[in-house]
């Protein structure tokens, strides 16, 4: 009896290791067919690709943010390794929140957690906890996911949703990241969620994510943080876009680029109440 117990709950742990998707057929077709369909479609017809660590990509319905995702995800050189840094939505879970074992299910198959890379940060850190509340019913790594599937193929990656703090909090978390992935920098890439400002009239969005695009690409944090707050800059993502900018410091990175940027008016057709969204290269 003891033996079928300790089966079941072997069993029932390895299930809950298997993070299933919240949002398709909400944000993204669940059909692989269509899924992929979307992605190729949306995929530049030429395109010459970039060595980055680093890149920033919107987490909205692929209708919306999709090609901006796509299009920047399209000029990197793939790799193997890849640390998603995403934000919390929720009070779930938390601050730092690492998902560090197991795989995560979509309609084309499983992506692997680096379970490795995954362990050394958590050993590493203080900040960053192994928590997988966090990331059960947030979305905002989740959707990079079958962008990245289709253009990079197979990898491995690590997920930790983020929560808004203090510069002082982000330089710390940054320094537990890079202190461990320093080493393997040239075959590792970051990833930063995030999406801009929300819901104010189209000429307002953009103004105010110039602002901020401005100080991202000049890898400025403290900047970035203060004009958030100054013009009240809706970002949902400027704890992990910091964390990851902190990170590439680290690296010697210096150059950045937006490679697309739009707002839901180019879709939608409604200028009054609109989100921003870029795509930008960090290397």
């Known amino acids: 009896m003891t033996k079928i117990i300790a089966f079941r709950k072997k069993i029932a742990i390895i299930r809950f290791m298997r993070r299933r998707p919240i949002v398709s057929d909400q944000f993204y077709p669940s059909n692989t067919a269509q899924l992929n369909d979307f992605i190729n479609e949306n995929k530049p017809k030429a395109s010459s690709r970039i060595n980055a660590y680093g890149i920033i990509l919107p987490h909205a319905g692929y209708i919306y943010s999709g090609k901006v995702a796509i299009e920047t995800v399209y000029r990197v050189i793939p790799k193997k390794k890849i640390i998603i840094l995403g934000p919390k939505h929720t009070a779930y879970g938390e601050d730092y929140s ?16 680096d379970e490795e890379l995954a362990n050394l940060i958590l050993k590493n850190s203080n900040l960053i906890k192994e928590d997988y509340l ?8 989740e959707v990079q996911l079958p962008i990245l599937y289709n253009i990079f193929g197979e990898f491995k990656f690590v ?15 940054a320094e537990e990241i890079s202190s461990v992935t320093y080493r393997l920098k040239e075959e590792l890439l970051f990833v930063a969620s995030t999406d801009m400002t929300h819901y104010e009239p189209d000429a307002t ?8 695009i401005d100080d991202i690409i000049n890898f400025d944090v403290k900047s970035l943080l203060k004009h958030v707050e100054e013009e ?3 970002m949902c ?14 690296y010697g990175a210096q150059k950045a680029q937006v490679i697309s940027y739009k707002t839901s008016a180019d879709v939608s057709g409604d200028y009054s109440s609109v989100v921003g969204y870029v795509g930008i290269l960090l290397n």
């Open 159 to 173: 997920p930790i949703a983020c929560d808004v703090a203090q510069l002082d909090t982000y330089i710390k978390v």
């Open 98 to 113: 690492l998902w560090a074992k197991g795989s995560w299910a979509f309609s084309f198959g499983d992506i692997k957690i």
């Open 134 to 141: 966090a990331h059960k019913f947030e979305h905002s790594i």
């Open 205 to 212: 969005v953009r103004r105010k994510d110039r602002i901020a």
């Open 232 to 234: 009240n800059i809706s």
């Open 237 to 250: 993502g400027v704890a992990p876009v910091s964390i990851l900018l902190l990170c590439l410091k680290t």
